[in-house]
């Protein structure tokens, strides 16, 4: 893009448009530092939304009790997530996006570190809860300020890139956890998070700008004026010109509208797909070092494991979204995924004594179940028509939330019986056959449902 193209963006759209500007103008330096800031800061959200996993097996040792019935430690922190996404997040519209991301990190930092020196179960999970109101608060805030700066051609690209932080996060974390614990003991992971979340907030701060769209609604022009200077230097912007934000308004769509149009079948199978999918992906999160740990492998090898799978998610996410937009079986890639991590699960179950293997099939299993998911996000997109996008994929996410916190629950309660890890393995087969099957009959049903870049970008800003 050129200093011609900015100011033609602006001559052929609505008056003085800002997102016309920032389409129109080269990629900044301010837009480069903040998108580098939003993605260290998701990255430290994602470790410090998915390490208490990781130091689980090291807890319930320390404190003498079953892995299993610290399942509320596990969702704690996902229910606060839910809760500040509905509550918190919109918050951003009266008190703006910097302000919100500022007071989510922050608690993060606090709640993290605060952990680090608990000494009751009670304790841990009071503040795991505080730690999700901080990451539901800030992630959602985070995407969508980076998607505001991002101009149209780069969108897709920067926002798929924040959001995969959130799961690179927990790929560290699993690294960190795995080196720290077995020469300084679990809390040292929490004393870490939390540091580092509080100099990495202090160092970001100064290079968040605050939304744009927000000075526009609030009337700060001066600020505005300043900020599109830094962008589009070439462009000659006058101290007495106005922006708008071209910013749609949403309106409230009543679930009978998603369910018209011969939608009734699709969307109860993606809200399956949803469910079973993000059921399974959190006891993965929550529990997979604990069962390894119970199948026989030591709580470092576990971690890795874990780590490897993590690792995998976000590596399957991006190679499965790439045929996705390059074919149109969104669904049948789905299916691919699932058949992926059942039989990585099984040759796992088989190789439990060997932690090479372990981790390699770790890996695979995060591939097909976890990075098909990400892209599950996006086809449930696909089936809903612009205008009630927003509210399908809304419910999908909603419903999908709810296995998302069961997942833990179930996977606690099957520890706390005392089950083998190995056959706790494989019933974690069950919700991967289910998303198959209901992949499968989207695939009959929907079966030239194509999903865009701008789909994938929206669907990511809504995710959390």
């Known amino acids: 893009m050129t200093k011609g193209h900015a100011r033609m963006a602006l001559e052929n759209t609505a008056p003085n448009s800002v997102s016309a500007l920032i389409d129109g103008a080269p990629f900044s330096r301010l837009q480069k530092m903040l998108v580098a800031s939003c993605l260290v800061l998701c990255l430290i959200d994602g470790f410090n939304a998915l390490s208490v996993g990781y130091v689980l097996p090291a807890l319930a040792e320390d404190w003498h009790v079953n892995a299993g019935n610290l399942s509320g430690v596990v969702i704690a922190s996902t229910i606060g997530e839910i809760l500040a996404a509905l509550l918190v997040a919109p918050l951003a519209d009266r008190f703006g996006r910097r302000t919100l991301i500022r007071i989510g990190v922050g608690c993060i930092a606090v709640c993290t570190l605060a952990t680090a020196f608990s000494q009751s179960v009670e304790m841990i999970t009071i503040l795991r809860f505080c730690t999700g109101l901080g990451v539901g608060a800030a992630t959602p805030n985070i995407i969508s300020l980076s998607s505001e700066y991002a101009p149209a051609r780069a969108r897709a690209t920067v926002v798929t890139t924040i959001g995969l932080g959130l799961a690179g996060g927990g790929f560290v974390a699993g690294l960190v956890a795995g080196s720290l614990i077995p020469a300084f003991g679990w809390r040292s992971v929490f004393a870490v998070g939390g540091a580092v979340a509080l100099v990495l907030l202090v160092a970001t701060l100064a290079l968040l700008p605050e939304s744009i769209t927000f000075l526009v609604a609030r009337g700060r022009d001066r600020q505005v004026l300043g900020l599109l200077r830094r962008i589009a230097k070439d462009v000659p912007i006058g101290d007495d010109m106005r922006f708008s934000s071209d910013t749609p308004e949403r309106r409230r769509v009543p679930i009978r509208e998603i369910l018209a149009g011969g939608r009734v079948w699709p969307t109860v199978l993606i809200w399956g797909v949803m469910f079973f999918g993000l059921l399974l992906n959190f006891f993965i999160y929550g529990y997979m070092p604990s069962v390894l740990t119970a199948s026989g492998l030591s709580e470092q090898t576990a971690v890795f494991a874990t780590s490897a799978c993590t690792l995998g998610g976000m590596i399957g996410g991006v190679v499965l979204g790439v045929i996705v937009d390059r074919t149109r079986g969104g669904y049948r890639n789905l299916v691919f995924g699932q058949l992926l991590a059942i039989i990585a699960t099984i040759v796992l179950v088989l190789a439990a004594g060997n932690s090479l293997l372990v981790t390699i099939f770790g890996f695979l299993i995060g591939f097909g179940a976890i990075g098909t998911q990400i892209g599950a996000n996006a086809w449930a997109a696909s089936l809903y028509p612009a205008a009630i996008r927003s509210t399908g994929v809304g419910w999908a996410l909603g419903v999908g939330r709810v296995g998302g916190v069961l997942g833990p629950v179930i996977g ?17 087969l069950v919700p991967s056959v289910i998303v198959g099957c209901f992949a499968l009959a989207l695939a009959r ?10 789909t994938t970008e929206e669907v990511l800003q809504w995710q959390k």
């Not at 005392?418 to 974690?428: C, V, Y």
């Not at 049903?445 to 701008?454: A, D, F, G, H, T």
């Open 412 to 428: 606690g309660a099957l520890l706390s019986l005392n089950m083998a890890g190995n056959t706790i393995f494989l019933l974690s």
């Open 445 to 454: 049903l929907r079966p030239k449902s194509r999903i865009s870049p701008n």
